[in-house]
């Protein structure tokens, strides 16, 4: 058998003139037929002397030349009639493995086009292999399932990235013939199953039957050389026959007025031998080694042909099939019949029209290529627009043909009761990329794989053209497309699964998700209305939000408010930091005790209705004239007195009422004016010299300053100084007039009595 490249075809399967005029549009902006003279051609003359330097002398995992190997799939791709592009390509993708950073050194030499190619190109090498490396049965099923999968969704990205591949392994078998080395039977058996379809399949005749029969060589050797050696013992009389009945017919039909072309076809190893296996045939009992294949203009034309071939030859009875009243699965039409000639040997023919043909040999996309082509050339098409739509639907057709492939293969390999396939499908958007859903998913589960935020605007669907219910289940190869609102969310009941609008898990985590969002703005709102008014009554609201975040330990001011919201967090707690109670003495320990004085005396509190008892003004607020106060009988230490304003007094008259008694302040002595403790806390801006201002200020003022504390916290605005000071003062109402000069201080941002 030969394993040389035969003479270049005049016509490339449709695939691979689509995928070449993508290519061309990518690197050229517009549609247009390869042409010798055209600047494409130099990028191939670039690409291979980027490449040889790279690739001399350098061997592949399979021994083979990486020069010599660039070299044999460039070859291929051309005699397919590929486009110089995607040959220069095949030199690239060998070079990415002795470059240290490929993707950005094909980049900037040949663009983002070629670099994306190489990248996906590298990223299916690297799954073959290591799907070949496994060793058990039925991982070897799981591999090659998957490897199925990743090259369909190769495929979906780019075309070329299939036909790369597609030469890469024919020139890599064709080695393994013209060196005699033994091929290993993994790689010859993944050949014949997955790579010798995909051909078929997208319609690459050439490099299906070659990829069929070097296969079968290396997995069959004695049944390859036997029926090779039988073929040949014949083979000069078969072709004499064969051509012989092909000028007779041909001119039978002329002289018919029928317009044909009639070719003999050549019945391939692999084929041959299917046959055999297929019905139990011994070789002399296949009727079709020999072949007529005739093409008419028309239907009409097909049966006219048909009848008069019944005319010529006697017809082999329960020969005759009828593909193109009833078309075979994936859309081949044809008529097949098998007759004798004069002296009693068989032979097939064939009957189709042109177009039939083109998708017989070409594939799925040649019905499209069969349309469209006209006198302008492939497609016949200029504007942009229109090539766009065009190639997306070609392409959507050879998916959807792959997608059939890809389960009648999975359904082979693992038997109709392993639903290895049954878990997934594939859609297609508009612009005919794949997506990639679980089985029973709904246009939801398609928007929200799309983007999170389509999904949550989803409004409607369309499948196919039709409008449909979002609960809908999808089907594999159909086109869906979103209708979205503006803006919104989902609805509550999606996530009813009743109602089957969610089937993937990941489209109802983000439904979920978006629902609990809202649920924690909702509180975050609630414990943000709480804190202001709480900061409003306290005086407080020039305070930064999360300035106080920060002091109360959380990392933002819409943590504190979420927890707040939610209640799991007391507003008291932000009272006792903005009025903050030193821990020592307890509440109801005074810091001077003195029996009380008549009416008159000074300096002293009046208990009213009760003589010489003794009296001590409370650390956590400090009275003093005129303050409001209010007594609470402690045990053995006398009356405590607070402001009448005072939390911690509340809290203890909440608890024991009975324990609260009225009190007054008496009238200071002339000689010797009582003076009251207070506390002033002081908000500002930490620098240099700030507390010797202040204390200026007190002095000023003959403030007699008893204690000091500060510290200082570092925050978005800078470092804040926190100063607390205790005084000595005969009146209260004084203080504010104080204060007030104390604000006026450079960086004070705020002072009042605790």
């Not at 005699?79 to 002795?98: E, K, N, Q, S, V």
């Not at 082999?316 to 994936?330: H, M, Q, S």
């Not at 042109?354 to 016949?380: D, N, S």
Request: overall charge neutral.
């Amino acid at each position: 058998m030969k394993t040389e490249t035969p003479e270049r075809p005049d016509e490339a399967a449709a695939i691979v003139r689509l995928a070449g005029v993508a290519a061309a549009t990518a690197s050229t902006g517009a549609a247009r037929v390869a042409d010798p003279a055209d600047p494409t051609h130099a990028q191939l003359e670039r690409a291979r002397a980027f490449a040889e330097p790279l690739l001399a002398g350098q061997a592949l995992d399979t021994g083979e030349d990486a020069l010599e190997h660039a070299d044999g799939v460039a070859g291929i791709l051309e005699h397919i009639g590929a486009a110089p592009t995607l040959r220069a390509a095949a030199y690239l993708i060998y070079t990415a493995d002795y470059l240290q950073k490929p993707d950005e050194l094909v980049r900037k030499a040949f663009g983002d086009d070629y670099a994306g190619l190489v990248s996906h190109t590298r990223r299916l090498v690297q799954i073959q292999r290591a799907t070949r490396s496994a060793k058990v049965v039925d991982e070897q099923r799981a591999a090659q399932t998957e490897r199925v999968r990743k090259m369909l969704l190769a495929f979906s990205h780019d075309l070329r990235v299939v036909l790369l591949r597609l030469a890469s392994r024919l020139q890599t078998l064709r080695w393994y013939a013209r060196t005699k080395q033994p091929c290993p039977a993994d790689l010859a058996r993944e050949s014949m199953q997955v790579f010798a379809p995909l051909a078929n399949r997208l319609g690459i005749w050439q490099v299906k039957w070659e990829l069929e029969d070097l296969a079968f060589r290396f997995l069959e050797p004695e049944r390859y050389h036997q029926l090779a050696a039988r073929l040949d013992g014949n083979r000069v009389e078969r072709e004499r026959g064969i051509e012989a009945a092909r000028c007779r017919l041909a001119d039978d039909l002329r002289a018919q007025g029928i317009r044909a072309e009639v070719q003999g076809r050549p019945k391939h190893l692999y084929s041959i031998w299917k046959k055999m296996q297929g019905k139990a045939l011994d070789f002399d009992q296949v009727l079709d080694l020999r072949a007529l294949r005739v093409i008419v203009d028309d239907v009409p034309a097909c049966y006219a042909a048909l009848s008069r071939v019944h005319e010529l030859y006697q017809a082999e009875t329960g020969e005759f099939d009828d593909y193109i009243a009833k078309p075979k699965p994936n859309g081949y039409q044809s008529l097949h019949t098998v007759v004798r000639d004069a002296a009693g040997q068989p032979f097939e023919v064939q009957i189709r029209t042109r177009e039939m043909h083109e998708h017989a040999e070409h594939g799925v996309a040649a019905h499209w290529a069969y349309k469209e082509a006209g006198p302008r050339g492939y497609g016949g098409v200029s504007a942009a627009g229109q090539f766009e739509d065009r190639v997306a639907e070609a392409r959507k057709a050879v998916l959807r043909q792959l997608l059939a492939w890809e389960r009648d293969y999975v359904e082979q390999e693992s038997g109709p009761d392993q639903a290895l396939f049954d878990d997934r499908i594939y859609v297609f958007t508009p612009q005919a990329q794949i997506v990639e859903l679980p089985a029973g998913a709904t246009p939801v589960d398609f928007a929200y794989m799309l983007h999170t935020d389509l999904g949550h605007r989803c409004r409607g669907a369309r499948v196919d053209g039709a409008m449909v219910p979002l609960n809908t289940p999808l089907q594999s190869g159909q086109t869906v497309e979103i209708t979205a609102a503006k803006e919104g969310g989902p609805s509550l009941d999606w996530l009813n699964a009743e109602l089957g609008y969610l089937h993937a898990p990941r489209s109802r985590t983000k439904v979920r998700a978006w629902f609990n969002a809202l649920a924690q703005a909702q509180t975050i709102a609630r414990g943000r209305e709480a804190v202001e008014k709480l900061l409003q009554r306290e005086g407080r609201t020039a305070l930064k939000l999360d300035d106080l975040a920060a002091q109360l330990g959380f990392r933002n001011a819409e943590a504190l408010f979420e927890v707040v919201g939610k209640d799991e967090f007391s507003l008291r707690n932000i009272e006792t930091l903005l009025r903050p109670v030193e821990p020592a003495p307890p509440a109801e320990e005074g810091i001077a005790l003195r029996k009380s004085r008549a009416q008159g005396a000074g300096g002293g509190v009046l208990v009213v209705g009760v003589e010489s008892l003794m009296t001590t003004l409370a650390r956590c607020c400090r009275p003093a004239p005129p303050d409001e106060i209010s007594g609470y009988v402690t045990r053995g230490r006398g009356v405590a007195i607070h402001r009448a304003e005072c939390a911690n007094f509340r809290q203890m008259a909440q608890r024991s009422p009975e324990r609260v008694i009225s009190v007054a302040w008496g009238r200071p002595r002339a000689d010797r004016p009582a003076l009251y403790p207070v506390d002033v806390l002081i908000e500002a801006s930490d620098r240099s010299g700030l507390l010797r201002d202040i204390s200026e200020v007190f002095a000023k003022e003959k403030m007699n300053v008893t204690g000091v504390q500060t510290r200082s916290v570092t925050d978005s605005r800078g470092s804040t100084a926190w100063m607390s000071f205790t005084l000595e003062i005969a009146d209260a109402a004084r203080l504010a007039a104080v204060l007030r000069e104390v604000e006026r201080v450079s960086g004070v941002r705020g002072a009042r009595r605790r």
